[in-house]
T-cell receptor, first 114, second 113 residues
Framework: GDSVTQMEGPVTLSEEAFLTINCTYTATGYPSLFWYVQYPGEGLQLLLKATKADDKGSNKGFEATYRKETTSFHLEKGSVQVSDSAVYFCALRTSGGSNYKLTFGKGTLLTVNP | NAGVTQTPKFQVLKTGQSMTLQCAQDMNHNSMYWYRQDPGMGLRLIYYSASEGTTDKGEVPNGYNVSRLNKREFSLRLESAAPSQTSVYFC????????????FGPGTRLTVT
């Protein structure tokens, strides 16, 4: 079945450091790939997405490229801020019947210190 | 445009009690979902409704029932709560199709003692 593996946290960085959170996936067919962010005490928000191979999703300085050859969708940001402290989830969505269900990784907690 | 709303935000139940979590969306989405989030487990799908009038089991349906009341509303019922159901519950909605993202509500934090 479909699965998502993302790097285990927690990840602790200083402000302005470079961020990479690795995400790899296993899926049948051609999934769409997503990164969601969850700030403390809140629900999940879509951060970025890519719907086909070689697409790059970007938002708020974050980027991720859909790499079909390595089945990866790593999240990167060049200079993190304290406000980026949150849990980040990688997810994929495939056409399983009429469901198109979303499969999540377990999440990576990021803490950015001033 | 409120997006996805959930009630209540917090709830404490005793073992064996029942309750219904309510969810509504105003984005005219066909599909709605219920997830639970537990530490170290990510989000796990409990039930989903691909369209009005249909519901199906997800990964962890035992102990839960759902009702798709209309296109806007999708409720989750715990008939006899157990401590293992202590979790944060999220409702989500989306358009049908793999390229569409799901929109999440703010969550309900449930504790069963």
């Amino acid at each position: 079945g479909d699965s998502v593996t993302q790097m285990e946290g927690p990840v602790t960085l200083s402000e302005e450091a470079f961020l990479t959170i690795n995400c790899t996936y296993t899926a049948t067919g051609y999934p769409s790939l997503f990164w969601y962010v969850q700030y403390p005490g809140e629900g999940l928000q879509l951060l970025l997405k890519a719907t086909k191979a070689d697409d790059k999703g970007s938002n708020k300085g974050f980027e991720a490229t859909y790499r079909k050859e390595t089945t990866s969708f790593h999240l990167e940001k060049g200079s993190v801020q304290v406000s980026d402290s949150a849990v980040y989830f990688c997810a994929l969505r495939t056409s399983g019947g009429s469901n198109y269900k979303l499969t999540f990784g377990k999440g990576t907690l990021l803490t950015v210190n001033p | 445009n409120a997006g996805v709303t959930q009630t209540p935000k917090f709830q404490v139940l005793k073992t064996g009690q029942s309750m219904t979590l309510q969810c509504a969306q105003d984005m005219n989405h066909n599909s709605m979902y219920w997830y639970r989030q537990d530490p170290g487990m990510g989000l796990r799908l409990i039930y989903y409704s691909a369209s009005e009038g249909t519901t199906d089991k997800g990964e962890v349906p035992n102990g839960y029932n759902v009702s798709r009341l209309n296109k806007r509303e999708f409720s989750l019922r715990l008939e006899s709560a157990a401590p293992s159901q202590t979790s944060v519950y999220f409702c989500a909605s989306s358009e049908q199709g793999s390229r569409y993202e799901q929109y999440f509500g703010p969550g309900t934090r449930l504790t069963v003692t």
